[in-house]
């Protein structure tokens, strides 16, 4: 084979995957077209994600009556109290101020419903990560989800990542939860759903692990739940209109596989610290509201639907600004 023919075939191999990312820019770029309906926003089922600084004893009463200010449309708060250990259990003294916490919350905020956020790394190749398909580590967890809401949780938010899709031990703990905590709130935060065939695998080949769950695999964790929180952001997108399109087709996705009687939650960067650089550029709160609004414009009206804020330490005025203007009084 001549130089030539070698070099118009590496040519040729260079240029698919850059025309696959320009197909996938053109999509989403459409999916983050037109205006959406002026009834296309907040209803009041919002959220949003706390830190740990709620249960360590860093925080005060004086500061649950300040969050009580910007909470105005939410309906859930996440308050990290982890991590499990890497055997599954959750020393008491990771939360050992939630007791107060839950005191001066239902003093407050007794309208706003406080989940206790659990989760651990499930990547072998991260130190301390939790094993979900062993039986014991997942009977030490819901031991220690069944232990806070017998201390005045109202229910449990499980964030374990990256979860292989398909993995039916996320399942099965969804299931030994829901039968050991009864009729509290059980909710989860979701991987992204695949934005479109091959997505899945052409991740996992580059990125070593999945990023993305199938369809089926996010309604089978959808019926499991009272509710499901899609993290759309680290999305690797460039652009804040290729952002906005993401989350839109996300959010269309998650319209058609949630129940209805499960509440959907799209999950809105209130945080500026990407592992991708251009992403603090291209995601945003506002870009996140926006594409929500579109996907819901086309849906119909949805009940339960809401944006997930993540996260309160990090986030900035300008966040909270967005989050007011372009969704709970858009113009």
């Known amino acids: 084979m001549t130089t030539r023919r070698v070099l118009r075939w590496l040519a040729v191999i260079a240029a698919v995957p850059l025309l696959l990312m320009l197909i996938v820019a053109a999509l989403l770029r459409l999916d983050y077209a037109g205006t959406p309906a002026a009834w296309a926003k907040s209803t009041g089922n919002d959220a949003l994600w706390l830190g740990h600084a709620w249960v360590d004893g860093r925080r005060t009463a004086a500061d649950v009556d300040a969050l009580a200010a ?34 001066w919350w239902k003093a407050r905020l007794p309208q706003v419903r406080i989940s206790a956020w659990l989760g651990q790394t499930v990547n072998p190749d ?20 069944k232990a806070l809401v017998g201390l005045g949780f109202d229910g449990i938010h499980y964030d374990f990542e990256p979860v292989d899709d398909g993995d039916p031990s996320y399942l099965a703990l969804m299931r030994e939860t829901r039968q050991a905590i009864g009729s509290a709130a059980l909710s989860v935060a979701t991987q992204q759903i695949e934005p479109m065939p091959g997505a899945g695998f052409l991740f996992r ?17 959808a019926e499991l739940t009272d509710q499901v929180a899609i993290m759309t952001y680290d ?12 989350v839109a087709r996300q959010t269309a996705k ?62 900035t005025e300008e966040d909270w600004r967005e989050y007011e203007e372009h969704w709970v009084r858009p113009d």
Do not use: C
């Open 235 to 246: 999305s690797w997108t460039p652009l804040q209109a290729l952002y906005g399109g993401h």
């Open 254 to 315: 998650a319209l058609e596989l949630t129940p209805a009687t499960t509440d959907l939650l799209i999950g809105a960067p209130a945080y500026h610290d990407h592992m991708v650089g251009l992403s603090d550029y291209a995601e945003s709160v506002a870009m996140a509201a926006e594409g929500t609004r579109l996907a819901l414009t086309d849906h119909g009206p949805r009940p339960g639907l809401g944006l997930a804020l993540y996260i309160d330490f990090a986030a």
């Open 205 to 221: 080949t580059l990125g070593g692990h999945g990023k993305y769950w199938s369809p089926g695999y996010f309604r089978q964790m």
């Open 70 to 103: 910007r909470l105005g449309a939410m309906k859930d708060v996440y308050v990290h109290s982890g991590p499990i250990d890497a055997d599954g259990t959750l020393p008491p003294a990771k939360y050992a101020n939630a007791a107060n916490l839950l005191t």
């Open 126 to 145: 991260d130190e301390g990560y939790l094993v979900l398909s062993d039986a014991a580590v997942r009977a030490r967890v819901v031991a220690g989800a």
